[in-house]
Structure formats: structure tokens, C-alpha cells
T-cell receptor
Framework: DADVTQTPRNRITKTGKRIMLECSQT?????MYWYRQDPGLGLRLIYY???????NKGEISDGYSVSRQAQAKFSLSLESAIPNQTALYFC?????????????FGPGTRLTVL | KQEVTQIPAALSVPEGENLVLNCSFT??????LQWFRQDPGKGLTSLLL?????REQTSGRLNASLDKSSGRSTLYIAASQPGDSATYLC???????????FGTGTLLAVQP
């Protein structure tokens, strides 16, 4: 079984709809991250969480919100989806060791906003 | 602001060739550098992580080097195979947040 799972894997939605992407991990890691990937732009950090009570904005947090429901679960929400949020979204996890944080990625969610 | 660049953006080689992928970064104050592989429609697979105090890491046919002072890393793939075809991403980690800053990747095609 995969250590980092994301649901759904694919989603097509319409402008203005609320969407939630979910991430679960069995690695026992404290730190979780949400990235989006766009062609030609690489991966960019949306939000990250170092533990259940810690939530931080990344580079491109506008239009997104997150919830860390438990150590193993980190959800990303688009309150009112817009077409330029069409992208591939990745969740990642890492241990909480200072200076050493190899990140492990989920399989991604392909989101299309029409 | 840290910027990561990967050259070339795309590379096509015949099977069996040795090849080098390049990654450069603008701020040498990093904790580590990580190389990933991404297959179409799939997530990122971590290949190698080099700590800032290390010069290189090896895993099978892969060897990654790090020259922090010049802001460069290379990924060397020996005896390439069609199964190596994928996009290769490098990312550096540093600063208080430990977040990863990614390059835009090199799309590798190994022709049989």
C-alpha cells in the first residue's frame, strides 16, 4: 500500500464550486505539504503544516485553505474554484528533523476547473 | 529569493549512453538538495538526497553531486535504459521553513 495517498485522483468541476482534496499518510511523519504543478512553472508550495496545530501559508495560498484533521490527514480546499486553479496537486510528507527533511509525495490529483 | 534552474529542458539519447542532468540554484544557503523522478500521470519518486555537507550520493546507476559554493548539482545516469524515460526534477531545501524550491525539470527520453 502507498504511504501517501490522495483522493480523488482526478476531478472535473465548474467555476464557483467548492472542492476538497484529501491527503492521508501512514509514514508517521509530522510535516505535511500541499503543492501545485503547472507546466513550465514547476511545483509551488501552497500550504504546509509542521504538526496538527500548525498551519502556514506557502508561496501561492490565495484562493486555498487547509485543514489538518489529524497527524495523518491534511486537506486542501478551494472555496470557489476558478479556471486558473486547473493544475496537478501534490501532497507530501516529511519527518520533523531539523536540516534533514526528505519529502515523500503522493500520486497527485489532477483538477480541472471549467 | 531562491531560484532553481534545470538545463536542458528536454533531452533525447540512445539506449546505453551515459548522461548528465544539470541543476543550478542561486542561494547557496541550503540544507539539502533532492532529485526526483516523475512519470506521466504519477507522483514524484525521490531518487537521491544530498545533505549540504556532502559532495555526492550514489544509488545503483545514479550518482548525484553537489557543489554548494557554486550552486550546482548534477545527476549522472549510467548506461541509460528506456525505462529511465521520465521527467527529472531537482529541489533545494533551506531556510526556517525547510520548504522545497523546485526546478522546472528535464524531460528525458531514452530511445531503444
Amino acid at each position: 500500500d502507498a504511504d501517501v495517498t490522495q483522493t480523488p485522483r482526478n476531478r472535473i468541476t465548474k467555476t464557483g464550486k467548492r472542492i476538497m482534496l484529501e491527503c492521508s499518510q501512514t509514514k508517521g511523519h509530522d510535516r505535511m505539504y500541499w503543492y501545485r504543478q503547472d507546466p513550465g512553472l514547476g511545483l509551488r508550495l501552497i500550504y504546509y503544516s509542521f504538526d496538527v496545530k500548525d498551519i502556514n501559508k506557502g508561496e501561492i495560498s490565495d484562493g486555498y485553505s487547509v485543514s489538518r484533521q489529524a497527524q495523518a490527514k491534511f486537506s486542501l480546499s478551494l472555496e470557489s474554484a476558478i479556471p486558473n486553479q486547473t493544475a496537478l496537486y501534490f501532497c507530501a510528507t516529511s519527518q520533523g528533523l531539523a536540516g534533514y527533511n526528505e519529502q515523500f509525495f503522493g500520486p497527485g490529483t489532477r483538477l480541472t476547473v471549467l | 529569493k531562491q531560484e532553481v534552474t534545470q538545463i536542458p529542458a528536454a533531452l533525447s539519447v540512445p539506449e546505453g549512453e551515459n548522461l548528465v542532468l544539470n541543476c543550478s540554484f542561486t542561494d547557496s544557503a541550503i540544507y539539502n538538495l533532492q532529485w526526483f523522478r516523475q512519470d506521466p500521470g504519477k507522483g514524484l519518486t525521490s531518487l537521491l538526497l544530498i545533505q549540504s555537507s556532502q559532495r555526492e550520493q550514489t544509488s545503483g546507476r545514479l550518482n548525484a553531486s553537489l557543489d554548494k559554493s557554486s550552486g550546482r548539482s548534477t545527476l549522472y545516469i549510467a548506461a541509460s535504459q528506456p525505462g529511465d524515460s521520465a521527467t527529472y526534477l531537482c529541489a533545494v531545501q533551506g531556510g526556517a521553513t525547510n520548504k522545497l524550491i523546485f526546478g522546472t525539470g528535464t524531460l528525458l527520453a531514452v530511445q531503444p
